[in-house]
């Protein structure tokens, strides 16, 4: 039986809907909090909520949490958040990047993996098994340890490296996605190492066609991106509204690019909401209603404007892909 598992219970694909594939809704990560980056901490539930209820009211029905145990995740806010609002949010297992893990490991997080001071050490010390049976309970029994289950299961790699603490993640979150059948997704930083990261996956049996590849717009390569989708995984254009790193005429060039390739059926859209400033409701940015607001007509009418079916387009990225992404397939 094919499923989408949710913070509040499993449910048909068919029942996902409009779904933005990469966000973070209410988390403090450690790493942040050490260093005093108060941007960087989404530590107010009703002002995320907001945002949520304003992607509600453009149409929005799902959103994934991509928030990783390392990335101070406040899984009884976010599932308070979906019940208050209606939105479908699946959660997230497993872990982000290596620089992460200099932080204190908080005392919540201790009582689920053990005593030790940093993530770098808790890894560090533990087998890649001992790692996977962590990412097994967080899919199987709960997100520490809360009894809220997660939908998907990550690891990340860092800018044009890949440490040996990141490989065994990666193989760590490979093995629990083969015990549990999670769909598989992927921090690539910057768009870089994706396709150093598949040869990894490989190595461990994975079908990439359960993986989702993240940040894939921050590298806006063509030719990579096209190397990437004949793995059969999916790329995640998550980096919409971030002016900062290319215009939206980049990404929508990008996107339109693997459409000509015959790869529409492997993208996702996403925000990858992760700061006060990038919030409408915590600092006056786009939010999270600016990819259905403002994004979405414009890149109908541009992919329409190249000969496209620009709404047919939409609805696989917002609906027929995510739901087809994030299916454990049992």
């Not at 872990?95 to 005392?107: R, V």
């Not at 996956?201 to 004949?230: C, Q, T, W």
């Not at 339109?256 to 006060?276: C, F, H, M, P, W």
Request: net charge negative.
């Amino acid at each position: 039986m094919s499923f989408i598992r949710t913070l509040h219970g499993d449910i048909h694909p068919s029942k996902l809907g409009i779904t933005y594939s990469h966000e973070h809704i209410v988390c403090r990560p450690p790493y942040w909090v050490e260093q005093g980056a108060d941007d960087l901490l989404l530590d107010d539930k009703e002002k995320s909520k907001r945002d949520v209820l304003d992607f509600k009211n453009l149409g929005g029905q799902a959103i994934v949490d991509a928030t990783a145990v390392d990335y101070g995740r406040d899984v009884i806010a976010v599932k308070e958040i979906a019940e208050e609002t209606g939105v479908t949010i699946i959660g997230t297992a497993g872990f982000n990047k290596s620089f992460l893990w200099d932080a204190s490991i908080p005392h919540n997080i201790k009582e689920v993996v053990g005593d030790y001071s940093t993530y770098y050490e808790w890894i560090d010390s533990t087998s890649i098994n001992e790692l996977a049976d962590f990412v097994i309970r967080e899919i199987e029994e709960g997100l520490e340890g809360t009894g809220i289950r997660g939908g998907q299961v990550k690891f990340g790699t860092g800018y044009n490296r890949i440490t040996p603490l990141e490989e065994k993640t990666l193989r760590a979150v490979a093995r629990a996605h083969h015990e549990t059948k999670a769909p598989m997704h992927s921090h690539t930083e910057a768009g870089t190492m994706g396709l150093e990261q598949v040869e990894l996956l490989k190595s461990e049996g994975v079908n990439l066609e359960n993986i989702s590849f993240g940040h894939m717009d921050r590298n806006p390569d063509p030719f990579y991106h096209k190397k990437m989708a004949e793995t059969g995984a999916l790329l995640s254009f998550d980096g919409i509204s971030k002016i900062k790193y290319a215009p939206e005429s980049t990404r929508i060039n990008c996107i339109l690019e693997l459409v000509k390739n015959g790869y529409e059926d492997q993208i996702l859209i996403s925000g990858d909401t992760a700061r006060k400033t990038y919030y409408k409701h915590y600092d006056y940015g786009l939010g999270l209603e600016n990819i259905l607001l403002k994004w979405v007509p414009r890149f109908i009418e541009e992919a329409n404007a190249r000969g496209f079916d620009g709404e047919k387009l939409i609805d696989k990225f917002f609906i027929g892909n995510p739901a087809r992404c994030f299916t454990f397939k049992k």
